[in-house]
Structures are given as structure tokens and as C-alpha cells.
């Protein structure tokens, strides 16, 4: 990983690498099951395989596509370049693409599977409501995803669930949903598939998410030793998270899907067990930690 001046976070690092190890190894039993079962799961695996290489390394594209956003040049949008461009010589970072998404969900997200093909994309919502101090804390944050490559983790971890539900329709389309029971006389071949898929979509689904929120914690992190202003990305938090209330259901439930991306949650869960679906920490943990810096920067705010 090429080196940059973004706080390194050895958290953030060995959770990704402990996430990728227990989904390698729950995809590894899945796949031993599936076989045993008689299910053909290498068509299946070469199958999915061929979509991840392509999602992985189309991932800029697919997402900017999704949101309907468009790289702009530095003639088109000077003061959102200029504050990238400050951004990375502080980094000691490669230039990204720079994108707006005409949406009014105050929102940005980066993605991209390394520093050289990345892309950071902001939203026309979010242009109109923060000020510039607010927007380059926003843009720091995003940046760090980058720099630390969690964006390009969470694309393959995210997409691993899939798989489960494609080997599951494969198996039951494939004629074994209507086999009988197994030779023990245990349950039928296909409901046995459907649970075991169904448990492995949970874990992997638990999995990423605590990884996520870990990652948004850790960006925050960064983004703010980097700007050395982390009350500029409080205010930023705050001033979306309220924005959001005012934008129409209709509107956050299509970005809803993008959250796991994003730099706020269209769409947040309420506190209690609905957290361990959520795919950002609550706003006041972000806002305490923000804090945190602030106080060891010998800042007042």
C-alpha cells in the first residue's frame, strides 16, 4: 500500500484483514457443504467470481453511475479541485477523480479499488449546504478511505454476501429444491440449503457492517489529524444529519442502498439492537471522538 500522511490505523487494518479471514473461511465451509450436498458449486463460484473481478475493478464507474454522477473538470467546479489539490499535498496522495452527483441528499462518498483509480463524489445537496471549512472536512474523510484502501475491502466483503443468495437459487432452480429428504432421513436437501445460506448471508452481513463502522470512526479519525480542524467535521456531521431530516423519504430511501458508503447514513437505525445493522456509529460517538482530537489538538471546539 502506498504510503501517505494520513494517520495509519493498525485498528482499522487488522480488522479488515480478520474480516476478509472469517469470510474466506465461513465461503470455504459454505462451498464443502454445498458439495456434499451435490451441488455443481464451482460453475457457481466461477460465476461470481467473473462479477467480482468485474464490480472490483469497475467499482468507480458502477457507483457513479448509480448515483447519477459525472466527473467535472477544474474549469467546471475550481474551488472543489483546489480543495482536493490541497488535500493531497498534505496526504502526499495521487490526485483522485472528482465528481458531483446531482442529488439533493447532502451526502459524498469515494470509491475506487487503489489510490491511482479512485474517485471522490460529492453532491450537489451537500455544495449548497456546508461552507468550505465543513466541505474539506468532509473531503479528508472521504480521502482516508482511500489512503487506506478500506474502500476497495469493503466492495469485496459487501459483494461475498451475494454470493450466498446465487449458489442458494442455483441449487434450488438446479432441481435439488425438490429432492427428497437426505439418506439419514434428515430434512429435505433443499431446505437444508436454504438455511445454511441463510446463515451465512447473517454472518457475512454482521461481519461487514461491524467493519464498517468501524472504518467510518477511523476516517473521521483521520481526516481531522489531517486537516487539524475536527471541529470544521463536527459541524459538517451535525449540519447533514440535521439536513436530512427535511429530505423527502422517497429521496433517502433510493440512497439508502449507498450507505455503506456514504459519509452520513441516509437512512439511520435507532439505537439498540437495530446499531448492529447500522452501517455508521451513532452520531454522538463520531461527535465524541471529534471532540477527543480536539482536545488533545489544544483546540477549544
Given at each position: 500500500?502506498a504510503q501517505?500522511?494520513?494517520?495509519?490505523?493498525?485498528?482499522?487494518?487488522?480488522r479488515?484483514v480478520?474480516?476478509m479471514?472469517l469470510l474466506g473461511l465461513?465461503y470455504v465451509v459454505f462451498v464443502a457443504?454445498?458439495?456434499?450436498l451435490g451441488?455443481?458449486?464451482?460453475?457457481?463460484?466461477?460465476?461470481a467470481g467473473?462479477?467480482?473481478?468485474?464490480?472490483?475493478f469497475m467499482?468507480?464507474r458502477i457507483?457513479l453511475?448509480?448515483m447519477?454522477?459525472?466527473?467535472?473538470?477544474?474549469?467546471?467546479a475550481?474551488e472543489?479541485?483546489g480543495?482536493i489539490?490541497?488535500l493531497?499535498?498534505?496526504?502526499?496522495?495521487p490526485?483522485p477523480?472528482v465528481?458531483?452527483?446531482?442529488?439533493d441528499v447532502?451526502n459524498?462518498?469515494?470509491?475506487?479499488?487503489?489510490q491511482?483509480?479512485?474517485?471522490?463524489c460529492v453532491?450537489?445537496g451537500?455544495?449548497?449546504r456546508?461552507d468550505g471549512g465543513e466541505l474539506?472536512g468532509?473531503?479528508?474523510?472521504?480521502m482516508?478511505?482511500?489512503?487506506?484502501?478500506d474502500?476497495?475491502?469493503?466492495?469485496?466483503?459487501?459483494?461475498?454476501g451475494?454470493?450466498?443468495?446465487?449458489?442458494t437459487?442455483v441449487?434450488l432452480?438446479?432441481?435439488?429444491g425438490?429432492?427428497?429428504?437426505?439418506?439419514?432421513?434428515?430434512?429435505p436437501?433443499g431446505?437444508?440449503i436454504?438455511?445454511?445460506?441463510?446463515?451465512?448471508?447473517?454472518?457475512?452481513?454482521l461481519?461487514?457492517?461491524?467493519?464498517?463502522r468501524?472504518r467510518e470512526?477511523?476516517?473521521?479519525?483521520?481526516g481531522?489529524?489531517?486537516?487539524?480542524r475536527?471541529?470544521?467535521l463536527?459541524?459538517?456531521l451535525?449540519k447533514?444529519?440535521g439536513?436530512?431530516?427535511?429530505?423527502?423519504?422517497?429521496?433517502?430511501?433510493?440512497?439508502?442502498p449507498?450507505?455503506a458508503?456514504?459519509?452520513?447514513?441516509a437512512l439511520?437505525?435507532?439505537a439498540?439492537l437495530?446499531?448492529?445493522?447500522a452501517?455508521h456509529?451513532?452520531l454522538e460517538?463520531?461527535?465524541?471522538?471529534?471532540?477527543?482530537i480536539s482536545?488533545?489538538?489544544?483546540?477549544g471546539?
Open positions: 500500500m501517505t500522511r494520513f494517520a495509519p490505523d493498525r485498528g482499522l487494518t487488522r479488515m480478520v474480516t479471514f465461513l457443504v454445498l458439495i456434499t451441488v455443481r458449486a464451482v460453475v457457481v463460484l466461477l460465476i467473473g462479477i467480482l473481478l468485474v464490480q472490483y467499482s468507480d457507483a453511475f448509480a447519477h454522477g459525472r466527473v467535472v473538470s477544474p474549469q467546471e475550481p472543489l479541485h480543495m489539490d490541497r493531497c499535498a498534505l496526504a502526499d496522495m490526485k477523480r465528481a458531483i452527483a446531482d442529488s447532502p459524498a462518498f469515494a470509491t475506487g479499488r487503489n491511482k483509480n479512485s474517485v471522490v453532491t450537489t451537500l455544495l449548497r456546508v474539506e468532509v473531503l479528508a474523510h472521504e482516508s478511505h482511500v489512503a487506506h484502501r474502500v476497495a475491502v469493503m466492495t469485496i466483503a459487501s459483494f461475498l451475494i454470493v450466498a443468495g446465487l449458489m437459487r441449487a432452480y438446479s432441481g435439488l425438490g429432492r427428497g429428504r437426505d439418506d439419514r432421513g434428515g430434512l436437501i431446505l437444508i436454504l438455511l445454511v445460506s441463510a446463515l451465512v448471508y447473517a454472518v457475512s452481513f461481519l461487514t457492517r461491524a467493519l464498517s468501524y470512526l477511523a476516517a473521521d479519525r483521520a481531522a489529524l489531517l486537516t487539524q475536527p471541529s470544521a463536527a459541524s459538517a451535525v447533514i444529519s439536513e436530512m431530516a427535511r429530505i423527502p423519504t422517497k429521496d433517502l430511501r433510493e440512497a439508502e449507498f450507505n458508503f456514504f459519509f452520513a447514513p439511520s437505525g435507532k439498540g437495530a446499531a448492529l445493522f452501517t456509529p451513532p460517538r463520531r461527535l465524541e471522538q471529534l471532540g477527543r482536545a488533545q489538538l489544544g483546540q471546539g
